[in-house]
């Protein structure tokens, strides 16, 4: 044990060693690892805001598919009732068309009717004159002219 | 050693304590140990070479093993810095707490490597001795509490002023009164002598009692070889020196623990005002 200028060229070693560390060794270390932990805290905090947002979005967009289904549902009902209204509508007017047809069928029977009445009635009358005339045409038999006459009456009723 | 030759004990011994010295000067004094000098300044280029190479590739996105594995040293020192020593820390503290225990690890681990293996390596380069482990000198183990006390000074002055340090000096920690001053200031000296003594001879004891054991079983081992039941020593010893080295890592990574802590204590106290 015996001390010399080996100690002093230690120290000075030593310093210098010291000084290498604090140049070369400690800060890029130190920088990389605090680059990285604010990094991981930087990762952490975007994954809690992700989160929070998921789950605003979440509940928005519950609350639009309420209203969504509550519009669709009124718009089922309003479609229904459209429906059933044109269906009544439709079946009104299809009444009313036919109520109309038929009144005028009637009406063209009853023309129709009437014609064959009078077509009727004006040959009869000219059997009755074709009648007449063959009567008038032998010799006037009153009794026979008044049964012929009656008889005329009772055909024509 | 070689060639048949018998040492004594002692000689033994003494070829595996005499340090490969260089005479720079007239005197004991001025003597350099060149085998802990360099063996010093290799482990360190080499230690805070790998430290440096690897902070300078390093990534603050997913870490290689060979990062994280250094990310896990410096976390170590980091927290134990951050544990004792409460003011900024990243600027000159908590580096100098890590180069402090690399070099320390380092050097304390070359007890690791068999003395008379490496005494037959170092042979071509000093025939009467090469020390491999730096803190086994006194003079590496006091270099290191130098360097360490004059950082303290120096953060001490920085701290509180020269002004505030030298009111310090005598004003603490008895109390201010004129008649207290002598012995503040004594009191003051044996606590600034007593940290650099108490931090290197620590070490230096514990690695200087260490490599003894492990020079005294190999001696056993060397010499039994020369005896007919020659096996039996050689087993024992190998034994007992499997043993105490795999004790040794403990007292290797414990005692450079203890002396970065150490460190840590003392840079923090220079801090604290009185």
Redesign the interface.
Known sequence: ???????????V???A??W???R?????????????QK?IADGLAAADQGRQALEASTRQADVEMTHARERAAGLVTQAEQRMSQMIDEAKNAAREESNREKAAAKAEIEQEVLRAKEALREQVAALAIAGAEKILRREINAQAHADLLNQLKQELK | MAAGTELTSTEYIAHHLAFFGKQVGDGGFWTLHLDSISVAVLLGVVGLGFLAWVASGATSGVPTRRQALVELLFDFVDNQTKGIFKHERHSVVAPTALTVFVLVLLMNAMDFLPVDLMALATHNISEHGFRIVPTSDVNTTFALAITVWVLMIFFSVKAKGFGGWTHELFCAPFGSHFLLWPANFLFNMIEYLSKPLSHSLRLFGNMYAGEIIFLLLWMWAANSSWTTDFYFGWIVSSLLALGWAIFHILIVALQAYVFMMLTIVYLAMAHEHH
């Open positions: 044990m015996n001390i010399n200028v080996t100690m002093f060229a230690q120290a070693v030593f310093a060693f010291i290498f560390t604090i070369f060794i400690w800060p890029p270390l130190l920088a990389a690892i605090e680059a990285r990094s």
